[in-house]
Structure formats: structure tokens, C-alpha cells
């Protein structure tokens, strides 16, 4: 008999709907799971039992499975406020901080009828692209529990990838939706900008971070994303539903339709500032993708970014962005910044120092950039780069006391997802499969999960949702839990 958890989200919401399952059920059913492999894997620094029984209790009393997500557990992650449950963002400086009102996000998946079981990790502040904080023990992949899970949603990613809940709202400001997704094996989708109103993006520091979907399958992902667009608990029985009551985007995931012209880049607006390397894995990851896309009828280009004049500045603009950001973390003491970790105290300290004009000046120079992308992306419905360009990296690989060398590698790790911020595109990452090589060599432990990138015209969700489907359906991989 199939284990509820090994079930897609799709197929609990409509075991909810039909009455088949109660939702205190898989409250429980996960919940157990939780408490037995979270220790290995490191998903979650909240586990909210107590609440998450009561809620599910509330929503048996008062059915309304018209509501989106009604009775499907989540997470939240780390750097999401919700009242009377211990928020840390990922730091010493706020290990007891317990909010006393939710951020919206977390309030309007509640109206969704989500049921949050708990917290998931993230690094401090979501700062940077991998999940080890010294506050809590690092979030791991459950392919290679030596490596992590990536960040800054690398709890959330871990959490769906073990099975420990169906899927999971994450946030992405430079990767950080779309990173741990290709290192657990799973899917993840960063939306346009302005997209999800409970996090377009629009209020962050050069309209970076927005929310959205971690998910094994494309469809569980896009179950996600209709909640997550909608301004209020979305009416199902609408002209933009699809069959059997599917949301819009939902709807296009499953039927994974059409024809587009995809471009394939390996270029990064870091190459000029960084010595990069595509590692073998990801290069094979990349081929493997553009031979199911080209067997399915898809046109496929080459494209680069253009003039190394439309995009040399971007390093050092993007890094005063990042930089400017850390600087509002409140931490003024003496006291209060010897808790920071080495890399936000450096973030901090340089943010602070930043004059004005400079910032002003980063900021020109991202939009601009962000306009030639998009003209240069215009030629192509659809692009492709690798999701990672090496493979997940070990538990401790990341300099922890080398600010400079610790982005470095950040960079080399992932160069391809920060430019897709900057741009406001939307962008999701999809396995392909796992390799048997770790670091060059043969080996009998399980496998390292490698992925790919989709890069969307602003706007192009639905786009991205088809095409990913459309992959997956070739690609046939297990979707089942990595952890038993």
C-alpha cells in the first residue's frame, strides 16, 4: 500500500477533497516523520505540533475545500514571521524572538487553508546560498546527507525532498528558491516579480526576493504557485479553472502543452570577476535536458548575454546591493555584532560603509541591466542553463571566517540565478537525474542530484510550468521521498 507521504501533493488534495483522508490524518502522518528523520536531514528548527493538531481540527470543523491548499501541510520558512511561533532568521541575534504578529505570507496560506507543522531552516538573514548556520545544525541534502541542502530555502528543500511534508513555500533574492531545488533533487519555482502579493518582490532592496513553490513534481509546484498568487483563498469554480477544478497554473502544468524556441546559455555576468567552472555533471545534466527537449519537437538556439560591456559592471553592482542590504540587520552593539556569523558581520560592516552615490549608482546600473536582458532574452520563448555548475557541495566546504572567499565560491557554486532576480524573470529548476560521480570519481553511495534552469519572458509562469511538465513526463524520474 502507497504510504501517504509518498503520494504527490496533488493526489492528498484530492484525497482531502473527496473526504477520503482527514487532514488531522496527515497532520500526524507527517508529523511522525518529522520526529523520526528531521534529525537526520536538518529541515526544520520549529516543529509546531500542538498547533498544527489544532488547526487541523478547525478545518474539520468548518470544511471548505474550495479553499487552495485545504488541510495539505507546509513549512514555513525561517525568515517568515508567524505570531507566537519562535523566529530566528537563521541567527543568534534572534534565537529567542518570538513575534507577536504573522508577515502576511504566512497569514494568507493560513486563509489558504494550509497547516503549517513548524519552521524550516535558512542561513542568517538568507544572506547566503547554503544552509549552515551556527545556530542550527545544517540542512542536508537527503541524496548525500555529507552535503547540504543549499540556500537560502535549503530547510524548506530538504523537507519536501525527505518526505517530511508535501511541498513548501521558500523565498528567493539571487537563487535561493531555485539552489536548494536542484541540490535535493526537486523542483523549484521563483516567480516574476510582482507575482506573489504577499511577496512581489517590490518592497526588497532593488526588487529581489519574492516567495514561492518547492515541490517534487511540476504540478505539486504549481498547486503551490495558484495559492500563492492569489489575493484571497482562490475560487475554484472559475473560467480560468482547468478540469476536475485546477487553478490556471495548475491546469497548464498538467497538460504540459506547446512548442517554444529555447536558448541555450552558458555565459554568467560573474565570468569576467570569477574563474568559473561547469563541472561534468552539470554539463551532462544540460545535454541530457536539450536531447528530451529536441526530441520533443522543441527549437533550440545558442545565446550569450551580449557585449561584455552590457554586463561587466555586474559583479561589483550587484555586490553593493547585497552589501547595502545587510545593513539594516539590527545590530549596533558591541554585544549585538559579535553574535553575527564572519559573513554578515563583513556584509554588515561594508553595507554601512557604502556611501549613498555608490548604492544610487548600483542600483541605475541593475536596472539598466535588467532591460538588456530582457531584450537579449526576447529572441527565445524559453532559456536554459544549467542549474548549478558544480555539484552539491559538502557540509563546511563554505569559508566560514573568508568573506571574500567564502562569495567566491558562493559565485562558482551557482552563476547563473542572480541575474534572473535582477531582471525580475521568472525561472524554474527541474532534475534531470542523479550522477554516480562525486568529484570526478566513481562511486557506489547514492547519487547526486543535478538539474536545470528555465528562465521565463516576464510574466511567463505558465510558459515555464508546460515546458518543465513536458520534461518531466520524458525524464520519468521518481517522485517519491528520498528517505524512507
Known amino acids: 500500500m502507497t504510504a501517504l507521504h509518498e503520494l504527490t501533493a496533488l493526489d492528498q488534495w484530492t484525497l482531502i477533497r473527496r473526504g477520503d483522508v482527514a487532514p488531522r490524518e496527515l497532520v500526524d502522518h507527517y508529523l511522525a516523520r518529522i520526529e523520526r528523520l528531521n534529525p537526520t536531514v536538518g529541515a526544520l528548527t520549529v516543529v509546531a505540533a ?3 493538531r489544532t488547526a487541523a481540527a478547525r478545518l474539520a470543523d468548518t470544511v471548505n475545500t474550495a479553499a487552495p491548499l485545504y488541510g495539505l501541510p507546509i513549512v514555513d520558512k525561517e525568515l517568515t514571521a508567524r505570531a507566537g511561533q519562535r523566529t530566528t532568521y537563521g541567527s543568534r541575534l534572534f534565537a529567542d524572538n518570538v513575534p507577536e504578529v504573522s508577515d502576511e505570507l504566512s497569514r494568507h496560506l493560513d486563509e489558504a ?5 513548524g519552521a ?5 538573514f538568507g544572506l547566503p546560498s547554503y544552509t549552515e548556520s551556527r545556530l542550527a545544525p545544517p540542512a542536508r541534502t537527503p541524496y548525500a546527507l555529507d552535503r547540504g541542502a543549499g540556500g537560502s530555502s535549503g530547510g524548506a528543500a530538504a523537507a519536501v525532498a525527505a518526505g517530511l511534508v508535501p511541498f513548501a513555500p521558500g523565498s528567493d533574492g539571487g537563487g535561493s528558491i531555485r539552489i536548494p531545488a536542484a541540490a ?13 502579493p504577499a511577496a512581489s518582490g517590490l518592497a526588497s532592496l532593488a526588487g529581489l526576493v519574492v516567495a514561492g513553490p518547492l515541490a517534487r513534481t511540476v504540478a505539486d509546484a504549481a498547486l503551490l504557485f495558484d495559492a500563492l498568487v492569489s489575493a484571497a483563498p482562490w475560487p475554484f469554480a472559475t473560467r480560468a479553472a482547468g478540469p476536475a477544478g485546477e487553478g490556471p497554473f495548475l491546469a497548464q502544468a498538467v497538460r504540459g502543452e506547446g512548442r517554444v524556441q529555447l536558448g541555450v546559455l552558458t555565459d554568467s555576468p560573474w565570468q569576467l570577476d570569477y574563474d568559473l567552472t561547469i563541472a561534468p555533471e552539470a554539463r551532462h545534466a544540460l545535454g541530457r535536458a536539450l536531447t528530451e527537449f529536441d526530441a520533443i519537437g522543441h527549437g533550440i538556439d545558442e545565446i550569450d548575454l551580449g557585449p561584455s560591456d552590457d554586463w561587466a559592471g555586474y559583479p561589483e553592482a550587484f555586490r553593493a546591493v547585497w552589501m547595502a542590504s545587510a545593513a539594516g540587520i539590527p545590530a549596533r552593539s558591541e554585544a549585538d555584532l559579535a553574535l553575527l556569523e564572519p559573513l554578515t558581520a563583513w556584509l554588515v560592516a561594508r553595507g554601512r560603509e557604502l556611501p549613498v552615490s555608490r548604492l544610487t549608482e548600483a542600483l541605475a546600473w541593475l536596472s539598466g541591466f535588467e532591460r538588456r536582458l530582457i531584450a537579449r532574452f526576447s529572441t527565445v ?11 552539491p557541495r559538502p557540509i563546511g566546504w563554505y569559508d566560514a571566517e573568508d568573506a571574500e572567499r567564502n562569495f567566491a565560491q558562493q559565485v562558482q557554486y551557482t ?3 542572480s541575474m534572473v532576480n535582477v531582471a525580475g524573470l521568472p525561472a524554474i529548476t527541474v532534475p534531470i537525474g542523479v550522477s ?14 543535478m538539474g536545470v534552469q528555465l528562465i521565463g519572458r516576464p510574466g511567463g509562469e505558465g510558459t515555464l510550468l ?3 511538465a513536458q520534461l518531466e513526463r520524458r525524464l520519468r524520474l521518481p517522485v517519491a521521498p528520498v528517505l524512507d
Open 184 to 196: 535535493c533533487g526537486i523542483v523549484g519555482l521563483k516567480p516574476s516579480r510582482g507575482r506573489v
Open 50 to 52: 500542538d498547533r498544527a
Open 415 to 417: 552563476p547563473w540565478t
Open 436 to 449: 554516480r560521480e562525486r568529484d570526478g570519481e566513481l562511486s557506489d553511495r547514492p547519487g547526486l542530484p
Open 113 to 117: 487553508g494550509a497547516i503549517s507543522l
Open 381 to 391: 520563448d524559453v532559456v536554459i542553463t544549467p542549474a548549478l555548475a558544480l555539484t
Open 466 to 468: 508546460a515546458v518543465a
Open 120 to 124: 524550516s531552516a535558512a542561513p542568517e
